[in-house]
């Protein structure tokens, strides 16, 4: 996994030549990456809450001793030419340090509202029937992600297009915990898993901010993993707040990072907005515990089509094998997957 909390030191080449303060200046605002912040009058204390938020930080280098003994680390040289694109210099020399830096502000969608149906990947999931579509219940569905580099990793989503579970009423949010009791079900009756690891990563602002190429539609990962929150909490250092579904409406302005507990009505949450979430986070760290190598984990680059035709067949003749003794809500929400299924 690449490492965020990093400290980068710039120093502006020009040649020969001394670097105006203004080509200093804007060099340095062109350094705006989701997972950095520019210190431009750097102290020990602005660091610390930097990494706090699972940033990296950039100074200058004229700068740099200010802050070198807090990190702990040699601090990686930044030579930038400002006669060339500056952020794609400074990505290339994080993905030679294997730094995560985030996207660039630039990749930000900008929208000011709820992102139409139109466009949205699940939503045209809906619109012709989907074999993969293993539950279709009133309100939710489920089926196996794309990306699955794991067997039996679920996705829950709301028919309705809304950015992320908090957006919910009461009456669905409590029909959400009855589909996730029935995910368990499933993964329980096909894999023997009795614990999923379940989270979301909910969009606020209505999808603002987002970048352009993210899923702004509501949907809950359910995926076999020894990970739990306060194991996660542990890698991450993230700090998270305690709530519950009945809670949860009181979030959803910003994004936020949510984790099922020890128990079905505990869940962890941070919805900090200065935080820096990796894309794909805990994906990542499943796939790190998991041992699984290199970017496996990125859905966009590794789809894993065959496995999650898999985890389909897997759950298709569990659900065969074990129809009679199945619970009334469980048959008749996968009735349409066992009887379209193609093996």
Same mark, same amino acid.
């Given at each position: 996994?690449?490492?965020?909390?990093?400290?980068?030191?710039?120093?502006?080449?020009?040649?020969?030549?001394?670097?105006?303060?203004?080509?200093?200046?804007?060099?340095?605002?062109?350094?705006?990456?989701?997972?950095?912040?520019?210190?431009?009058?750097?102290?020990?204390?602005?660091?610390?809450?930097?990494?706090?938020?699972?940033?990296?930080?950039?100074?200058?280098?004229?700068?740099?001793?200010?802050?070198?003994?807090?990190? *702990?680390? @040699?601090?990686?040289? %930044?030579?930038?030419?400002?006669? =060339?694109?500056? !952020?794609? &210099?400074?990505?290339?020399?994080?993905?030679?340090?294997?730094?995560?830096?985030?996207?660039?502000?630039?990749?930000?969608?900008?929208?000011?509202?709820?992102?139409?149906?139109?466009?949205?990947?699940?939503?045209?999931?809906?619109?012709?029937?989907?074999?993969?579509?293993?539950?279709?219940?009133?309100?939710?569905?489920?089926?196996?992600?794309?990306?699955?580099?794991?067997?039996?990793?679920?996705?829950?989503?709301?028919?309705?297009?809304?950015?992320?579970?908090?957006?919910?009423?009461?009456?669905?949010?409590?029909?959400?915990?009855?589909?996730?009791?029935?995910?368990?079900?499933?993964?329980?009756?096909?894999?023997?898993?009795?614990?999923?690891?379940?989270?979301?990563?909910?969009?606020?602002?209505?999808?603002? *901010?987002? @970048?352009?190429?993210? %899923?702004?539609?509501?949907?809950? =990962?359910?995926? !076999?993993? &020894?990970?739990?929150?306060?194991?996660?909490?542990?890698?991450?250092?993230?700090?998270?707040?305690?709530?519950?579904?009945?809670?949860?409406?009181?979030?959803?302005?910003?994004?936020?990072?949510?984790?099922?507990?020890?128990?079905?009505?505990?869940?962890?949450?941070?919805?900090?907005?200065?935080?820096?979430?990796?894309?794909?986070?805990?994906?990542?760290?499943?796939?790190?515990?998991?041992?699984?190598?290199?970017?496996?984990?990125?859905?966009?680059?590794?789809?894993?089509?065959?496995?999650?035709?898999?985890?389909?067949?897997?759950?298709?003749?569990?659900?065969?094998?074990?129809?009679?003794?199945?619970?009334?809500?469980?048959?008749?929400?996968?009735?349409?997957?066992?009887?379209?299924?193609?093996?």
């Amino acid at each position: 996994m690449d490492k965020t909390r990093n400290f980068f030191v710039v120093e502006p080449n020009l040649g020969t030549e001394t670097a105006t303060p203004e080509q200093v200046e804007d060099i340095l605002n062109q350094l705006q990456f989701k997972g950095v912040t520019v210190l431009s009058s750097p102290t020990k204390q602005s660091m610390q809450n930097a990494f706090l938020n699972n940033k990296s930080v950039v100074c200058l280098k004229s700068q740099a001793n200010l802050l070198a003994d807090s990190y *702990g680390n @040699a601090p990686i040289p %930044v030579n930038l030419d400002p006669s =060339h694109n500056i !952020p794609e &210099q400074f990505q290339a020399i994080a993905a030679k340090h294997h730094c995560d830096i985030g996207d660039h502000i630039s990749n930000s969608s900008g929208l000011n509202g709820t992102p139409t149906q139109k466009d949205c990947a699940y939503c045209s999931h809906l619109v012709v029937p989907q074999e993969d579509n293993i539950y279709l219940g009133q309100d939710f569905f489920i089926f196996p992600t794309l990306g699955q580099f794991i067997n039996g990793y679920l996705l829950i989503i709301p028919y309705e297009h809304v950015m992320s579970i908090a957006e919910l009423d009461t009456a669905r949010r409590k029909e959400f915990l009855e589909v996730l009791s029935d995910a368990r079900y499933l993964l329980n009756l096909t894999y023997g898993c009795t614990k999923p690891l379940v989270w979301e990563n909910g969009t606020g602002n209505g999808g603002k *901010g987002k @970048a352009k190429d993210s %899923v702004v539609h509501a949907h809950v =990962h359910v995926a !076999p993993s &020894q990970l739990n929150l306060r194991r996660i909490q542990e890698i991450s250092g993230f700090q998270m707040e305690y709530t519950t579904m009945d809670e949860l409406s009181a979030y959803g302005r910003h994004s936020y990072l949510l984790i099922q507990g020890d128990t079905e009505s505990d869940w962890g949450i941070n919805d900090n907005p200065a935080l820096y979430i990796p894309r794909q986070y805990v994906r990542q760290l499943i796939a790190e515990d998991e041992e699984i190598s290199g970017d496996m984990w990125n859905w966009r680059t590794h789809g894993f089509l065959e496995r999650r035709h898999q985890t389909n067949l897997q759950i298709y003749q569990a659900l065969l094998k074990n129809w009679r003794e199945l619970p009334e809500r469980i048959k008749r929400c996968t009735e349409n997957f066992v009887s379209t299924f193609q093996a």
